[in-house]
Antibody
């Protein structure tokens, strides 16, 4: 059964870069067609999609975060990475690693699987000095 | 931008039926998924493609989607169903969009 596990610093200084990794167990980061993603949830609030990475390393991000976010895959270590630059208190959230899956919608030839399953347990990142 | 609207809270008595609406413009033309998030835990996929249940999800959870409203129904609610429930859809402008979530209390 596929399991995802996030890790990284729980505290980040404002204006610095948030860096998280997601380890994929009982599965492989790379398959013939893979999709991985990140979603975040500010404390006591709702869910926000951050971005997806696809086969070949193609990435697509939430426009509201574009320019600050990078998602990548390290096949040698079987993990997915998230980097968010120039963080502020508004970036304080629980960050979840997810697998986008299911039927796929397309926009500008970019594939977007319909839903997310499974989710990692999440890791809380607080942005504070 | 595309928005999904959910009521903040729903209460249900044990053994009764709870319905959680999720509304959005022409939502019936999109696939809707539902997630359950128990306190302190990560979301779990409950319903996908409007009405399909992943393996392991109890039959008391069901979904429907028509017009501008998708609905998650919990039949025979149990105390363990106390959680936050989020609907989710995909839109060409907003891409992945989530509802703000509904807290279900089983009283």
């Amino acid at each position: 059964q596929l399991q995802l596990q996030e890790s990284g610093p729980g505290l980040v200084t404002p204006s610095e870069t948030l860096s998280l990794t997601c380890t994929v167990s009982d599965g492989s980061v790379i398959s013939s067609t893979y999709f991985w993603g990140w979603i975040r949830q500010p404390p006591g609030k709702g869910l926000q999609w951050i971005g997806n990475v696809y086969s070949g390393g193609n990435t697509y991000y939430n426009p509201s975060l574009k320019g600050r976010v990078t998602i990548s895959v390290d096949t040698s270590k079987n993990l997915i990475s998230l980097k968010l630059t120039s963080v502020t208190a508004a970036d304080t959230a629980v960050y979840f690693c997810v697998r986008p899956t299911g039927n796929t919608d397309y926009h500008d030839s970019i594939p977007y699987p319909n839903y997310f399953d499974p989710w990692g347990q999440g890791t809380l990142v607080t942005v504070s000095s | 931008s595309y928005d999904l609207t959910q009521p903040p809270s729903v209460s249900v008595s044990p053994g009764q039926t709870a319905s959680i609406p999720c509304s959005g413009y022409e939502l019936g033309h999109k696939y809707v998924s539902w997630y359950q998030q128990r306190p302190g835990q990560s979301p779990v996929l409950l319903i996908y493609q409007d009405s399909k249940r992943p393996s392991g999800i109890p039959e008391r959870f069901s979904g429907s989607n028509s017009g501008n409203t998708a609905t998650l129904t919990i039949s025979g609610a149990q105390p363990s169903d106390e959680a936050d429930y989020f609907c989710q859809a995909w839109d060409t402008d907003t891409l992945y969009v989530f509802g703000a979530g509904t807290t279900v209390s089983v009283l």
